[in-house]
């Protein structure tokens, strides 16, 4: 079989591409890109994080697979657990993030894995994790943007014996150092022996449990035993003629996204010129209006708005949101499958799962999980997400989008869908095309716009950030297009973005 796909890494793009080549499908190739992510973007994936599933299989209603993290049951007293600050320097500024055992979730990944694997894989297990073996086992060169992205949390993951001996040798060297991981060289192929039994309830789970148990944190082995993928009715919206489909609550972003096209079904934008005045006062308008009816609704302007947030906030309620690092993977095959796969495993929580080689997430330290205070999180409850991967299907073609970027994910699958809906872009001109993002009474700005619509902009916000070159701030809009004879695509060049594709392909 044929097909494409776009990702943050060559490596993660080529283990999908290695699927197309042994007759599997996109949700093979998706499979694959996760398992190599977990070993060539070990910042923003891990198998001990979560992520979401967006699957669109030839001839049925797509289905968001939910293995994002869990809260644990019970919550250890204060005093006992590990939890601790640690400080990123990202250059021009510095932010605060919580690691230790403390602030471990229950991990979905590699659940999600084999749940989605046995729904909608047609290759064996095997195949599926060989690629990320090989990386593992043979080493990966460091990139500019891995060896940006560590330099970054480099604290957390020197934060314990355990993470400094994986990772301070050739990981944190920098870029062009070979970085090998032979003990997740080895996870890995266990899961493709015996899938994801002994992460849950055997050998693995043990030696979770125990470090949990006798570090400080809150997992117990009824945390993992119980822990199970949600399948879910993707929220969906009719964007100028496009069926879109997202992550529905009580995930958050999809919403924001579905409230920003809403506000936007009413302008026609079509019969703007992309980045003049009027089409970028209307982008940061939406965007102001969303931020606002997402606090408390106010500027819902109509019934469909209100009803629209209404629905939004009693489903993220009592689940609480993380926003943290994440990647993207985007998949379509020649015959129509489609998916749409978004990953994270926060920064890191400085813990290494004893023998695998797996930093465990830390999820427990977002800060908005705990607004009341730290260890005050809500128990044994999916955490909501920012994360939204999407599809859109017209009569003549097929998208998988999605992003890292935090909260910026959201506005740069907003602006790269209507690049591609209103302003006919193509795939790379949508997805290189500069962007804008406003949060927080702040106003941040991609060069590329015309030097007038920056002044009007820049006038009516006048807190703002012009930035002089494109940014993984910005997001990463890892995209695939299939209109059922041809495949183009972009990676996003922000988040180190790669798109391969066969040089020919079938018709659908």
């Given amino acids: 079989m044929t097909g494409a796909i776009a990702a943050g890494h060559p490596l993660t793009a080529e283990a999908g591409q290695r699927m197309f080549a042994l007759g599997g499908n996109a949700f093979d190739a998706a499979l694959a890109a996760l398992c190599a992510a977990s070993v060539v973007e070990p910042v923003l994936t891990s198998l001990g994080g979560g992520g979401f599933l967006l699957a669109r299989a030839t001839g049925r209603a797509p289905i968001l697979y939910d293995f994002f993290v869990q809260t644990p049951r ?8 590990d939890f601790r600050p ?8 510095q932010q605060e993030f919580h690691i230790g055992s403390g602030a471990i979730a229950t991990p979905g990944t590699v659940r999600g894995l084999l749940h989605c694997q046995r729904a ?4 064996p297990l095997r195949e599926i994790v060989a690629p990320a073996v090989e990386y593992a086992r043979a080493g990966v060169e ?3 943007l891995q060896a940006y992205i560590f330099s970054i949390v480099e604290p957390i993951y020197r934060a314990t014996p355990a993470a400094e001996s994986i990772y301070g040798g050739a990981a944190l060297a920098g870029q062009g150092s070979l970085f090998r991981q032979p003990e997740l060289a080895e996870t890995l192929a266990w899961i493709g022996d015996e899938g994801d039994a002994p992460f849950y309830d055997g050998e693995i789970a043990a030696r979770l449990v125990t470090l949990s148990a006798e570090a400080g ?4 082995r009824d945390d993992l035993a119980a822990y199970r993928v949600i399948a879910r009715t993707p929220l969906e919206h009719r964007y100028h003629g496009w069926r879109v489909a997202t992550n529905p609550p009580p995930s958050s972003g999809g919403t924001l996204i579905n409230y920003a096209l809403s506000m936007l079904d009413g302008q026609a934008l079509h019969g703007l010129e992309f980045g003049s005045i009027e089409h970028l006062h209307t982008l940061a308008h939406v965007m102001t209006h969303t931020n606002v009816a997402r606090g408390d609704g106010l500027l819902a302007r109509t019934e469909q708005h209100r009803r629209l947030m209404e629905a939004y906030r009693a489903a993220v309620r009592g689940h609480p949101l993380n926003t943290r690092g994440t990647t993207h993977i985007s998949s379509i095959d020649a015959h129509g499958n489609a998916a749409s796969l978004t990953l994270s495993n926060g920064e890191g929580s400085g813990c290494i799962l004893p023998g695998t080689g797996v930093m465990l997430n830390n999820m427990l330290g977002e800060e908005d999980l705990n607004p009341h205070g730290f260890n005050r999180w809500p128990c044994d409850v999916r955490v909501s997400s920012m994360m939204a991967p999407t599809l859109a299907e017209d009569d003549r073609c097929l998208i998988a989008i999605g992003s890292g970027g935090s909260n910026r994910l959201r506005t740069a699958i907003v602006q790269t869908l209507s690049n591609l809906i209103d302003f006919g872009m193509s795939p790379d001109e949508a997805v290189n095309a500069p962007r804008i ?4 009474g702040q106003l941040d700005v991609e060069p590329g716009f015309d030097d007038a619509a920056i002044d009007s902009l820049t006038a009516r916000y006048p807190e703002n950030r012009l930035w002089n070159s494109h940014n993984l701030f910005f997001g990463g809009t890892h995209t695939v297009c299939w209109d059922g004879r041809t495949f183009s695509g972009a990676g996003d060049p922000r988040r180190g973005g790669v798109f391969l594709a066969p040089r020919r392909t079938a018709d659908r």
């Fill in 74 to 81: 019970r919550r250890r007293a204060t005093d006992d657990v």
């Fill in 86 to 93: 640690v400080i990123a320097d990202f250059g021009t500024a």
């Fill in 120 to 123: 909608l894989g047609s290759l």
């Fill in 142 to 144: 460091v990139n500019a």
């Fill in 217 to 220: 944190g809150h997992l117990t």
């Fill in 437 to 440: 993002h406003f949060e927080r």
